[in-house]
């Protein structure tokens, strides 16, 4: 009995230990994978204006072509200036392409940077833009709990105002992308989604708060995220 009770443990502590450092493997990996999110969305977003810029070159090429048919058949004509026009457009847009390009590459040397100088406290990515996501609802949410801001700026809380209806369908577009939670495991692209959107609703709710004669009046309050007892918040538009 005492040799199988043995064996038995030779066996149990081995896998025990191999199961914990399987599951701390993962838990590291998984944050580290988190703390990258922000260099591999710009990442994402230096390829998209690459291959953008590709396009756009290809277009200037076309229109360059297409000019040469159009002055081949004779004099000047409406095609010809339509195609010279198309090419002046196509030239603009590869510019703007390339310049969109140098921006993004420049993002990626300042997710590195921020990536190299993080340190154990600083917030994940995610966990920094749904702060800011939390910030922003949190600022809504005075105006619906405070009767004497409902009552000062009324248009707050009126969702037929156009620039309040714009912010509700930014912050219900925003809540439709926003993620799980600060780890959760999201392709670079749906971070880009994720952190256009609260780009959107920040200043979807200023423009709102500056429609109602709010911007200025009103200090934030409430700039922490919204508390967990106060659950999702109730769409307005539906």
């Not at 090429?61 to 004099?75: D, Y």
């Not at 990626?108 to 609802?137: Q, Y």
């Amino acid at each position: 009995m005492e040799l199988l009770l043995a064996g038995w443990w030779l066996w149990v502590v081995p896998a025990a230990v191999g199961a914990g450092v399987a599951g701390y493997t993962v838990l590291t990996s998984g944050r580290r994978r988190a703390r990258r999110l922000e260099l591999e969305a710009a990442r994402h977003e230096e390829a998209q204006a690459y291959r953008t810029l590709v396009a756009a070159r290809g277009r200037v090429r076309s229109a360059r072509a297409e000019v040469l048919v159009a002055r081949s058949r004779g004099p000047v004509t409406a095609a010809q200036l339509e195609a010279r026009q198309a090419l002046q457009l196509a030239k603009q847009a590869e510019k703007s392409a390339s310049l969109a390009l140098r921006a993004s590459r420049s993002r990626v040397k300042a997710a590195w940077d921020g990536l190299r100088s993080r340190s154990a406290d600083t917030p994940l990515p995610l966990e920094a833009l749904m702060a800011e996501h939390d910030a922003v609802r949190a600022g809504w949410l005075e105006y619906e709990t405070d009767a004497a801001k409902a009552l000062a700026y009324p248009r707050m809380i009126d969702a037929q105002y156009p620039t309040t209806h714009a912010f509700l369908r930014a912050m219900r577009d925003a809540g439709e992308l926003r993620p799980a939670s600060p780890t959760a495991k999201i392709t670079p692209a749906l971070y880009v989604e994720y952190r256009d959107a609260v780009r959107r609703l920040e200043l979807a709710f200023a423009e709102a708060e500056r429609a109602a004669g709010a911007r200025a009046a009103l200090p934030r309050t409430a700039t922490w995220p919204v508390p967990g007892w106060i659950g999702p918040l109730v769409d307005p538009l539906r």
